[in-house]
């Protein structure tokens, strides 16, 4: 049977869309959806993991409060409500009388109605108060203007005046909103850039001093560099009120987080209370993990953009309404084009090509193209969409029967907030995790129940962030002089406050420090980039800007020769020009994307704090860092197979200092992963290919990074990860160490939350290698299938607990562990002569090297001098000036050594040479003929 809407929507692309279309006696469509999801699934019955369901939950109401105005009970009345969830009613009453609230319930469960309500009784109580709404995207402004237009034209325009503020709003329109709006939707952008800089002027002097409240909706977006940005911003905002007599209170929404109030207060610098018992009702959903299908002849699962390609169509074709998360820009794009092929190439299944019913969107289409897509979702003409986290927002997109994430989103606050946006309307809905071959997602795949029965994670921000507050302190000396009292604001004023001056930004004038720079410090801000310079980039043939991106992203993404897709269309760069801040791209129809390769480096600044528990020696403090783009790899749409790999001409280089935690890897681990053969890292003067083969030590960094990320709620780009080495102050040796640190200038807190979780993270890493479904080792796990997990894991325990190597001839750490012998010891010229007595000495006192030392094939003995001889095998990895420290330390407290002595390792006898050359011999060595 063909599904209502499939079949509605292809009668009317043949009749047109506007031809009414009447079916008798159908069955509720909630029920054809959900039966097409299942049916899809079963094709697929043996790669689902696991289903879990969640029950629906029937809503508690409450009457509205007695304090309620009775215009705004008529408004109910008419909009058909006759009662309100319990938590509206909570949040008003606490709005009401005055406080600060967060409130944090599920999606669509009418968050902004329980704002909208007190908002709209202060401005009927007294038509001069204003309010600022502040959403984080344009695209969530408009959405949210309609629903406040509601409230204006019911009570009309001589009580409530609202308007949007932003970049695109025309001079008329803003002159209007500043002088005559009580409900102003905006952005921090404009704050940032337009409100706080001109506090002084243009109509913003009765604004502030009349501002009343200010709501923030969806404050969970306002985490990591953006979110520390914002709360700046604030702290700017407050000081503009302060100077005009005001104190606005907040009101505001966030998703499932585990700290939604310290969030608030840290980002709006005020007490809050919580409204956290949800009284909505909740339809029934059914959770489907997904694990791509395993292909035998190329010793690899599918990607996750090769089994949407699978199942997308399918749902298109079912008329299930559909919205797939991806978790970057060029996913996105190749999800859909490759879609859109599939539905193309066999458009008569039904009579009809249905390629054009879903669509991609994503930060960096237009605002045109974005409210189209938008609009297409609402209205049905699409079926589906093709998104990164942009939708994951509270837009309105209709009514939608499925969620499909390309991948475990990172935390669990995103995962609820993606199955949020579908059963919206009431009815039961689908979700389907397609497992991605990373640490995290095979773990949730693995254990469902701990992604829905425990708490979500933290959301970090940094405000008191170096960088930021520069650039902040810089922005407020321009606003309103600096006085020792905005110390209280800007805790780093002290520091900050002489390099401005130094640099001529700042005059002392009785006392206040006034802005003396020629331009305006808030327009240098960006707010959501890691840097403030931004990349034009723009079609040659056409003469277009097709988007505007950050000059780090800039490097990734459009060195010379990558394939970059807007909307399904490839583009080639040909040039990024860092002068102009223009890359030079031009549409192609290519076969292949493009990846780039972006080797590291790390340098240790300052190092703040150390600490060592167990054999985990952890340091904390800043670093420099960094990356370049050396080349790319071109991958073959979908088959995703490697068509080769390209070296630039030119290095494109970034560098960032930040904070990072780094970790010192034991020596025996450092010394058995060398002995693989397979550790370039740890190795010095070992040149880096183009491609670096497979390498233990990063092995080592990809299960610590995915453990740490899990532990302190970090996408990829807030935290990064490498080998690196450093000189001991104290030992003067060269260590190694991986190295955690935060993705942005000066720090936002990550690697710091690491280094006081180091301990923890070391134990889940195990957990998740332990746990892996693979055999011997993944890029899953260990980031790479040619590494052994045991090593791995071996080499995890040996942060607790010193193990044996399990290559054979590498010796153990053992420097700190040389104690004084509870016998007496003995003489010097005796070692020789007293061989095998001083072997069992090092054997019952479990002394460093006692396995190695039995290895020894002779002694020889001078009064200041022990040489022992080795088989050249063992020779090879163990003559280095670890080993022997360890082995003259431990004969310090065996021996009467003298004050000064010397021990030699040397090759063994010829017998040894003689094995050497049969060695060479059978491997055919040319000079394999004994003489």
């Known amino acids: 049977m063909l599904p209502k809407l499939a079949l509605e929507n292809i009668l009317r692309s043949r009749f047109g869309r506007k031809s009414k279309v009447i079916f008798v006696h159908s069955i509720p469509n909630e029920r054809i959806m959900s039966n097409a999801v299942s049916r899809i699934l079963m094709k697929h019955d043996e790669r689902l993991l696991a289903t879990r369901s969640l029950p629906s939950r029937p809503a508690t109401f409450v009457d509205a409060p007695e304090k309620l105005h009775p215009d705004l009970k008529n408004w109910m009345q008419q909009q058909g409500y006759s009662q309100l969830y319990s938590h509206q009613a909570e949040m008003f009453e606490k709005a009401h009388a005055g406080k600060s609230v967060v409130i944090t319930t599920g999606t669509a469960s009418g968050k902004s109605l329980s704002f909208y309500l007190p908002v709209v009784q202060r401005i009927l109580e007294n038509p001069s108060r204003r309010v600022l709404f502040i959403y984080p995207t344009k695209a969530l402004t408009k959405d949210q203007f309609r629903n406040i237009r509601e409230f204006v034209a019911f009570f009309g325009e001589n009580r409530i005046q609202a308007g949007i503020y932003d970049g695109d709003t025309s001079p008329n329109e803003r002159s209007r909103i500043r002088e005559q709006a009580n409900i102003i939707l905006t952005n921090p952008d404009m704050l940032n850039a337009s409100f706080l800089p001109n506090h002084n002027k243009y109509g913003f002097p009765h604004l502030f001093a009349n501002l009343d409240t200010i709501v923030i909706d969806e404050l969970h977006a306002y985490r990591g560099a953006f979110g520390s940005h914002v709360s700046n911003v604030f702290r700017r905002l407050l000081r503009i009120c302060d100077y005009h007599g005001n104190r606005p209170k907040f009101l505001c929404s966030s998703a499932t987080i585990a700290n939604p109030l310290e969030l608030a207060e840290n980002i709006c610098h005020t007490p809050f209370e919580i409204v956290d018992r949800d009284g909505s009702a909740a339809p029934a959903k059914h959770i489907h993990f997904f694990q791509p299908e395993y292909l035998e002849k190329a010793k690899r699962k599918k990607a996750v953009t090769e089994e949407l390609r699978g199942i997308l169509p399918d749902l298109i074709l079912s008329g299930v309404r559909s919205i797939t998360f991806c978790q970057s820009r060029r996913e996105t794009e190749i999800v859909t084009k490759e879609t859109r092929d599939v539905l193309a190439s066999d458009p008569m299944e039904y009579g009809i090509d249905m390629s054009d019913k879903i669509s991609a969107y994503r930060g960096g289409y237009s605002p045109a193209e974005r409210a189209k897509i938008e609009q297409d979702l609402v209205d049905g003409a699409l079926l589906g969409v093709v998104s990164t986290n942009a939708l994951e927002l509270g837009i309105d997109i209709g009514s939608l029967d499925a969620v499909i994430m390309g991948g475990f989103p990172g935390t669990r606050a995103s995962f609820w907030q993606q199955l949020g946006r579908a059963g919206r309307n009431g009815s039961e809905a689908h979700a389907i995790v397609m497992l991605k071959e990373k640490p995290l997602d095979q773990y949730v795949g693995n254990h469902p129940d701990w992604l829905l029965k425990t708490d979500s994670e933290n959301a970090i921000i940094d405000r008191d962030n170096l960088y930021i507050q520069l650039s902040h302190i810089r922005a407020a000396s321009a606003e309103l002089p600096l006085t020792i009292d905005d110390i209280a604001s800007f805790p780093d004023l002290g520091e900050i406050i002489p390099l401005l001056q130094k640099e001529g930004e700042l005059v002392e004038q009785n006392n206040t420090y006034q802005w003396s720079g020629d331009i305006s410090p808030a327009h240098e801000i960006s707010l959501r980039n890691l ?349 280095n000036d670890t080993v022997i420290k360890g082995l003259k330390a431990e004969l310090v407290h065996l021996v009467e050594t003298p004050e000064v002595f010397t021990l030699s390792l040397r090759a063994g006898d010829e017998t040894d040479h003689r094995k050497e050359l049969k060695i060479r011999r059978m491997m055919g060595g040319k000079d394999g003929e004994e003489k």
Not at 625 to 652: P, R
Not at 661 to 683: N, Q, S, Y
């Open 531 to 879: 840097t403030g310079d931004t990349i034009k980039v723009v079609d040659t043939e056409k003469q277009e800007t097709i988007t505007v991106v950050d000059l780090i992203q800039a490097k990734k993404e459009f060195y010379p020769g990558a394939i970059y897709l807007h909307d399904s269309v490839q583009y080639k760069s040909l040039q990024l020009d860092l002068e102009s801040k223009t890359a030079f791209v031009k549409e192609v129809n290519s076969n292949y994307y493009t990846e780039p390769h972006k080797p590291g480096n790390i340098a240790i600044l300052m190092e703040h704090e150390n600490a060592k528990e167990h054999r985990i020696n952890r340091f904390f403090g800043d670093v420099r860092v960094s990356v370049n783009v050396t080349g790319y790899k071109m991958v073959e749409f979908n088959t995703h197979q490697n068509l080769g790999f390209t070296e630039l001409s030119e290095i494109l280089k970034t560098q960032m200092e930040t904070e990072a935690c780094w970790v010192e890897i034991p020596d025996i681990v450092v010394r058995t992963f060398v002995a693989t053969g397979k550790a370039p890292a740890l190795e010095p003067n070992v040149p880096v290919g183009k491609i670096p083969r497979f390498d233990y030590s990063e092995g080592l960094v990809h299960c610590l990074k995915a453990a740490a990320s899990m532990l302190v709620m970090a996408t990829d780009s807030d935290l990064g990860g490498d080998i690196f080495s450093f000189v001991d102050m104290e030992s003067k040796r060269t260590k190694y160490a991986v190295v955690l640190y935060d993705g942005y200038p000066g720090g936002l807190g990550f690697s710091e939350k690491v280094y006081d979780y180091v301990g923890q993270i070391i134990r889940n890493a195990g957990t998740l290698v332990k746990e892996c479904s693979c055999k011997r080792g993944c890029p899953v796990c260990v980031g790479d299938a040619r590494i052994d997990k045991s090593l791995i894991l071996w080499a995890l325990r040996n942060f607790y607990k010193e193990l044996p190597s399990p290559i054979s001839g590498v010796i153990g750490d053992g420097l700190n562990r040389s104690q004084e012998s509870p016998l007496p010891k003995m003489k010097w010229m005796e070692v020789k002569t007293n061989w095998e007595e001083l072997l069992q000495r090092f054997e019952q006192e479990d002394r460093f090297g006692a396995k190695f030392l039995t290895e020894v094939l002779r002694v020889e003995q001078t009064a200041e001098m022990v040489v022992l001889y080795l088989p050249s095998g063992i020779l090879k990895i163990a003559n």
